[in-house]
T-cell receptor, first 112, second 114 residues
Framework: SQQGEEDPQALSIQEGENATMNCSYKTSINNLQWYRQNSGRGLVHLILIRSNEREKHSGRLRVTLDTSKKSSSLLITASRAADTASYFCATDYAGNNRKLIWGLGTSLAVNP | SQTIHQWPATLVQPVGSPLSLECTVEGTSNPNLYWYRQAAGRGLQLLFYSVGIGQISSEVPQNLSASRPQDRQFILSSKKLLLSDSGFYLC?????????????FGPGTRLTVL
């Protein structure tokens, strides 16, 4: 399977702590994206990082990409209860621009 | 700004009944459009995508079909629902061009087939 895989599957932290989620993939990519999904809602795009980039920031979010290890991480700093959601990575495999490949997600719970 | 609408939000249908889910996008032209299904606790499964009116690509052979009668309208249909069609259906759009660029999702439809 070329599916991206997030780990951990579930993460529970206290407000104010940092949360780190990882995504691994199997073949070369053009880009990798992170999305958030609140329970019962649609997905919201967070960050897109291209294969020639190593790090991107957006507010309290930091995404890194290590193409040699075929992995990416999403760091949420100073987490808030509102960050409680599932987080998915999606990869665009080089040479196959037909669709994104989605992981199964990390469920993050931020406790007040 | 662009917005995407999906309806209905929830739907309970008996096995064997027909289905029609509608998705519309506002504020953009010639978008790429997508239908996904998400089973409980699972990732997204791409069902169909469209790069233009009347152009539908099917990713998974199944009991469903899709149509794009207008530039910003995408419809998911079934003639006879199966129990296995239950799930959370998401419509998404992306700017015309690569179908693997950033996608913007609607609020979803929760379908329960009994």
């Amino acid at each position: 399977s070329q599916q991206g895989e997030e780990d951990p599957q579930a993460l529970s932290i206290q407000e104010g702590e940092n949360a780190t989620m990882n995504c691994s993939y199997k073949t070369s990519i053009n880009n990798l994206q992170w999305y958030r999904q609140n329970s019962g809602r649609g997905l919201v795009h967070l960050i897109l990082i291209r294969s020639n980039e190593r790090e991107k920031h957006s507010g309290r979010l930091r995404v890194t990409l290590d193409t040699s290890k075929k992995s990416s991480s999403l760091l949420i700093t100073a987490s808030r209860a509102a960050d409680t959601a599932s987080y998915f990575c999606a990869t665009d495999y080089a040479g196959n621009n037909r669709k994104l490949i989605w992981g199964l997600g990390t469920s993050l719970a931020v406790n007040p | 700004s662009q917005t995407i609408h999906q309806w209905p939000a929830t739907l309970v249908q008996p096995v064997g009944s027909p289905l029609s889910l509608e998705c519309t996008v506002e504020g953009t032209s010639n978008p790429n459009l997508y239908w996904y299904r998400q089973a409980a606790g699972r990732g997204l499964q791409l069902l169909f995508y469209s790069v233009g009116i009347g152009q539908i690509s099917s990713e998974v052979p199944q009991n469903l079909s899709a149509s794009r009668p207008q530039d910003r309208q995408f419809i998911l249909s079934s003639k006879k629902l199966l129990l296995s069609d239950s799930g959370f259906y998401l419509c998404a759009w992306s700017p015309s061009g690569l179908v693997t660029d950033t996608q913007y999702f609607g609020p979803g439809t929760r379908l329960t087939v009994l």
